[in-house]
């Protein structure tokens, strides 16, 4: 079983920046791809960003590439999500996931969430 605690989330303006957190335990973490997803209120869960586990590969869904940077700390078993240039429409539960796949329905664990709020 694989547990993951999401952080720092928080309230932040249009335009500002947040760096979200993710611990997991459970299973060697450098052996896996990492991820994290989205919903929005009265969304389904979307697929945001993913890095291989070495780190050497990253991608991201295309509302988000060249604002978002995800990111991986092996040494600390967390992986982040650096964001700039935030919009309204990046408000969302973010949510990280030990997979390497940008479908949602692919997961077999997911942590708590944490809450990010764009204001304009």
């Known amino acids: 079983q694989v547990q993951l605690v999401e952080s720092g989330g928080g309230l932040v303006q249009a335009g500002g920046s947040l760096r979200l957190s993710c611990a997991a335990s459970?299973?060697?973490?450098?052996?896996?791809?990492m991820a994290w997803f989205r919903q929005g209120p009265g969304k389904e869960r979307e697929f945001v960003a993913a890095?291989?586990?070495?780190?050497?590969?990253?991608y991201y869904a295309d509302s988000v590439k060249g604002r978002f940077t995800i990111s991986r700390d092996n040494a600390k078993n967390t992986v982040y999500l650096q964001m700039n240039s935030v919009k309204h429409e990046d408000t969302a539960v973010y949510y990280c996931?030990?997979?390497?796949?940008?479908?949602?329905?692919?997961?077999?664990?997911w942590g708590q969430g944490t809450q990010v709020t764009v204001s304009s």
């Open positions: 996931a030990q997979t390497a796949e940008a479908d949602a329905a692919s997961v077999e664990y």
């Open positions: 459970g299973r060697t973490f450098s052996d896996n791809a």
């Open positions: 890095i291989s586990g070495s780190g050497s590969s990253t």
